[in-house]
């Protein structure tokens, strides 16, 4: 009797220690994806900030430069192609995100394109209703840039626990998955040519 009730006693201990090393792993990967969403979900936020002031900055050109029709089409064109590229943040592949990063990428260069038809207008860069809309834009670049690296920081923690031992054990059987970073667009790695 006495042996019966040791072997049930080890058997209940067992079965503490196990569900200890699997429900904390699983809770804390489900908290650090909750991070990863969240942090996308700011990362959205800074684009669609940028996004919101295009059409005042398109607007504000658009009285001075009457004859840049074409790169302001372009700005517009590429900002209603980089609204429509979302992601689910529980869709979150390498192949999403990418689509995502390249109709963000095209965007950039056409309000770099549009930046360099300014410098033709010295009326317009004197506006100061586009010296305002000049400076938040480039105050949304740089928080954009601020939140990629920390949604990138936040999946590197994520991805390095969803792997170590014994966690990748739980990942694989709850179907936890490596997330993707944002990367460099490419051509990125070369340095631009300066000429005088």
Do not use: C, H
């Not at 309000?111 to 305002?132: C, D, G, H, T």
């Not at 834009?137 to 954009?144: D, T």
């Amino acid at each position: 009797m006495k042996k019966s009730w040791i072997i049930i006693g080890i058997i209940i201990v067992a079965l503490i220690i196990l569900y200890r090393l699997s429900v904390t792993p699983y809770n804390n990967m489900v908290r650090m994806e909750e991070q990863i969403t969240s942090q996308w979900a700011q990362v959205e936020n800074v684009y669609q900030r940028r996004a919101d002031l295009i059409p005042n900055l398109v607007n504000t050109v658009k009285g001075y430069a009457t004859f840049e029709r074409e790169t302001i089409t372009k700005v517009i064109e590429a900002r209603a192609r980089a609204t429509q590229v979302t992601i689910n943040p529980e869709g979150l592949t390498p192949e999403a995100l990418q689509k995502f990063q390249q109709a963000q990428g095209d965007l950039g260069s056409a309000l770099s394109r549009l930046m360099v038809v300014v410098e033709r207008y010295p009326e317009l860069k004197a506006n100061q209703n586009f010296l305002e809309l000049q400076a938040q834009l480039e105050g949304s670049e740089n928080r954009i840039a601020v939140e990629r690296n920390k949604f990138n920081e936040t999946v590197q923690r994520y991805n390095a626990y969803i792997r170590s031992i014994p966690n990748n054990i739980i990942a694989s059987i709850f179907g936890f998955a490596k997330k993707p970073y944002f990367e460099a667009e490419a051509g990125a790695e070369k340095v631009p040519e300066v000429k005088f």
